[in-house]
C-alpha cells in the first residue's frame, strides 16, 4: 500500500513555464519535506512543513515555493524553471520533527525541462 | 552550517566481501539515520541511531553510533548483489531537519 505518492512520476516542462509537482502521504504525519535530488548525489532538502509551519532552507532559490493546504497534501511549485533546476524531487513524510523521525520518502517526480 | 562527510564515495567489492562505511559530522548529532537507494530507487529507511556508543544488527548489517555521537558506521558482512545501492546516512542536529551525507555507491560483483 502506497504511503506517500508522488505525481506524476515523470513531468516535462519547458524553460521558464511554471510547473507544479504533488506529493500526497496516507500516513497522518505532521512533517513533509520537499528534497531536490541531483544524478549521483545526495538528497538536498528544499523545505519542509511542520503542520502549517513552513520552514525554508536558506539556500533554497526563491523560484521554488510550497503550498500544503491540508495534512495530506503538499505541493512543490516552481515558477520559472531552469535547466539547472532538471532533477529527481522527493517528498518525504515523518510523524514528528522536534526530534527528527524516520523519513518516509515517495518514489520522485522526474523533472525534465526542455 | 553543518556538514556531514561520509567516505568512501564508491565502493567496488566482490560478492562474499565485507563493505563499511563511515559517516562524520562537523557538530554533534541528537541522532543520526541510515538509507539505503536502489539504482532508479528512492532513498528506504534503515534505522536509527540515538544513543552514544549504540550498535544495532539487522541480519548481516551493523550499524554503530561513535561515543561522541559525530561519527557512525554501516558494515554489510559478506555482501550479496542484492546490497548494490547507494548507502545515505542523515545526522539531525537541529531539531526539525537532517543532513544528508554524499553516499556511498557500493557495487559487488557477483
Known amino acids: 500500500d502506497a504511503m506517500v505518492i508522488q505525481n506524476p512520476r515523470y513531468q516535462v516542462t519547458q524553460f521558464g513555464k511554471p510547473v507544479t509537482l504533488s506529493c500526497s502521504q496516507t500516513?497522518?504525519?505532521?512533517?513533509m519535506y520537499w528534497y531536490q535530488q541531483k544524478s549521483s548525489q545526495a538528497p538536498k532538502l528544499l523545505f519542509h512543513?511542520?503542520?502549517?509551519?513552513?520552514?525554508n532552507e536558506a539556500d533554497t532559490p526563491d523560484n521554488f515555493q510550497s503550498r500544503r493546504p491540508n495534512t495530506s497534501f503538499c505541493f512543490l511549485d516552481i515558477r520559472s524553471p531552469g535547466l539547472g533546476d532538471a532533477a529527481m524531487y522527493l517528498c518525504?513524510?515523518?510523524?514528528?520533527?522536534?526530534?527528527?523521525?524516520?523519513?518516509?520518502f515517495g518514489p520522485g517526480t522526474r523533472l525534465t525541462v526542455t | 552550517g553543518q556538514q556531514v562527510m561520509q567516505i568512501p564515495q564508491y565502493q567496488h567489492v566482490q560478492e562474499g566481501e565485507d563493505f563499511t562505511t563511515y559517516c562524520n559530522s562537523s557538530?554533534?548529532?541528537?541522532?543520526i539515520q541510515w538509507y539505503k537507494q536502489r539504482p532508479g530507487g528512492h532513498p528506504v529507511f534503515l534505522i536509527q541511531?540515538?544513543?552514544?556508543?549504540e550498535v544495532k544488527k539487522q541480519k548481516r548489517l551493523t550499524f554503530q553510533f561513535g561515543e561522541a555521537k559525530k561519527n557512525s558506521s554501516l558494515h554489510i558482512t559478506a555482501t550479496q548483489t542484492t546490497d548494490v545501492g547507494t548507502y545515505f546516512c542523515?545526522?539531525?542536529?537541529?531539531?526539525?531537519?537532517?543532513?544528508f551525507g554524499d553516499g556511498t555507491t557500493l557495487t559487488v560483483k557477483p
Open positions: 518525504a513524510t515523518s510523524r514528528d520533527s522536534t526530534e527528527v523521525d524516520e523519513q518516509y
Open positions: 500516513l497522518n504525519h505532521n512533517v
Open positions: 512543513y511542520y503542520d502549517k509551519d513552513f520552514n
Open positions: 557538530t554533534t548529532l541528537s541522532n
Open positions: 541511531l540515538v544513543k552514544s556508543g
Open positions: 542523515a545526522g539531525d542536529t537541529n531539531a526539525g531537519k537532517s543532513t
